[in-house]
């Protein structure tokens, strides 16, 4: 029984996990977006 107990453990672990480190990535994914669009808006802006 204690085996079927750690499988079930691990697997609800590595949902967790992967759930937190998916929304972690998209939120840095998303600021460095921001920054960038940002960079080349006032690039743009410089230019004219």
Do not use: G, W
Not at 19 to 48: C, G, M, N, P, W
């Amino acid at each position: 029984m204690e085996n079927v107990q750690l499988m079930v453990f691990a697997c609800i672990l590595r949902i967790c996990t992967t759930f937190l480190f998916q929304s972690v990535t998209l939120e840095v994914v998303d600021l460095v977006y921001e920054h960038a669009f940002l960079k080349r808006i006032r690039s743009f802006d410089h230019q004219r």
